[in-house]
């Protein structure tokens, strides 16, 4: 589906990237840990988080990670989302929690960007 | 790929991490990104050495003064050196434990302090060679490599 599909399924506000929901996405990651977005997450895929400071969006870039959905209704600091528009990554908040979101999303078809990990200690 | 022998670098550079500096953690890890963009290398290995200097520099930034992060490029191989002027590591096994830290709340406020950086870096890196010393610093290797 495209990022203005997800807008109108988690009644989201755009933050940044108004410009970019044309963006076609169809897998999700969900944490709060950092660690375990660059351990887990894919790229071009959707990271929904309630974590919302700067190593958000450097999580984000690094991992080609095609938008955040922040969760819970969080807004962003200035500084992340300065650099969210200088690194093209588009912010979306929606006032669902975590369980919501990715329970509205994967009724619609985003499915997750992994389904289980490899073995008990959580690598993959 | 080019013969190593006559041109073995395609790139070499190094960057400095503030120790500390939490609003910065990060700025280091997305230039090696462009860096290894610009140079054409294939976006899983630009991934993998994103993802390795990036725990490697939220590290820096919460243990040390100041890290140095060396970036070298030879046709096939991404090498990424970081060395700190940190504390060090008393037991390096037990540091190299999932889940164990002594990470402070401005760490996990960040994102990170779950004990899971080092493992993340070793995960992601084809070769990964760690040493360090109380009182000196640590300095961690990593080679990433073209399949």
Known sequence: MKLSDVKEILDAEVIVGEDNLDLEVKTAFGADLMSDVLAFAKAGSLLLTGLTNTQVIRTANVLDIAAIILVRGKKPSTETIALAKELKIPILTTKYILFETAGRLYTKGIVGCLQKVDNASGRN | ?147
Request: proline residues 5%; negative net charge.
């Open chain 2, 1 to 147: 790929m080019p013969v190593a022998e006559t041109n073995p670098n395609l790139y070499s550079g190094s960057f400095i991490i503030e120790g500390g500096n939490f609003n910065s953690a990060g700025i280091v890890s997305t230039s090696i990104k462009s860096t290894l963009k610009k140079l054409g290398i294939p976006g899983d290995i630009v991934r993998k050495a994103a993802i390795v200097s990036y725990e490697a520099e939220i590290n820096v930034v919460s243990y040390a003064k100041k890290g140095v992060v060396t970036l070298t490029v030879e046709p096939g191989i991404v090498r990424i050196e970081v060395a700190d002027e940190g504390p060090g590591i008393p037991n390096i096994d037990l540091a190299m434990q999932e889940g164990y830290s002594t990470a402070d709340q401005r760490i996990r406020e960040m994102g990170f302090g779950a004990g899971m950086g080092l493992c993340n870096i070793k995960n992601y890196s084809d070769a990964f060679h760690i040493e360090s010393e109380v009182g000196k610093g640590t300095r961690l290797k990593m080679t990433i490599t073209t399949p």
